[in-house]
């Protein structure tokens, strides 16, 4: 299976910083990696799909990029709203599996 | 609306059965790969089954092959996931999300968009 290792696992920001996050594969998965975010007792919320590419009615602010096994969300502004869980995905190959989380909160 | 909707979550005992239903509206059922995607407390995402658009392929995570059952009626539009011989083990959320494929760059990719407000099961004595 392949392992999806996230970090950091907590990330304190404060609005209007730059946010980075990291995700890494165990082995190549060429693009096939997504990106969601979750917010506390909701479902998770698709923000980009093929390392790179930005969900209809997602903010700019966010981007993604990365290929192989080495991909990096990036927040250019934290907002208000954007606190909450990322979590990568691998779509490769079954069983897909996800990273385990990075929590955005206040600094 | 695209909206997905689970339900038949609940308390069940250990070595018990339950089935969830996720019905789905707002879009063509038929033309979608669905998935089964599950949360414990206070825990990470993990992928628990998917199927294709005729049902004609599934696939699951070890931890619940033998166990679980994906299935789905297109008429109906809506997916199924027969739980059975449950354990404490498969407390979680479980979401139905729709799996997108798509040409990008030049590959076929896919993701999870919509998903479900998510359906809560308790394997508890």
């Known amino acids: 299976d392949i392992q999806m290792t996230q970090s950091p696992s907590s990330l304190p920001a404060s609005v209007g910083d730059r946010v980075t996050i990291s995700c890494r594969a165990s082995?190549?998965?060429?693009?096939?990696l997504n990106w969601y975010q979750q917010k506390p007792g909701k479902a998770p919320h698709l923000l980009i799909y093929a390392a790179s590419s930005l969900q209809s009615g997602v903010p700019s602010r966010f981007s993604g990029s990365g290929s192989g096994t080495d991909f990096t969300l990036t927040i250019s502004s934290l907002q208000p709203e954007d606190f909450a869980t990322y979590y990568c995905?691998?779509?490769?190959?079954?069983?897909?599996?996800f990273g385990g989380g990075t929590k955005v909160d206040i600094k | 609306e695209v909206q997905l909707v689970e339900s038949g979550g609940g308390l069940v005992q250990p070595g018990g059965s339950l089935r969830l239903s996720c019905a789905a509206s707002?879009?063509?059922?038929?033309?979608?790969?669905m998935t089964w995607v599950r949360q414990a407390p206070g825990k990470g995402l993990e992928w628990v089954a998917n199927?294709?658009?005729?049902?004609?392929?599934?696939y699951y995570v070890d931890s619940v092959k033998g166990r679980f059952t994906i299935s789905r009626d297109n008429a109906k539009n809506s997916m199924y996931l027969q739980m059975n011989s449950l354990r404490a083990e498969d407390t979680a959320v479980y979401y139905c999300a729709s799996a997108v494929y798509a040409m990008v760059r030049g590959v076929i990719v896919n993701w999870f968009d919509p998903w479900g407000q998510g359906t809560l099961v308790t394997v508890s004595s």
């Open positions: 082995q190549t998965i060429s693009g096939y």
């Open positions: 707002g879009f063509t059922f038929s033309r979608y790969w």
């Open positions: 199927i294709k658009q005729d049902g004609s392929e599934k």
């Open positions: 995905q691998q779509s490769y190959i079954t069983p897909l599996t």
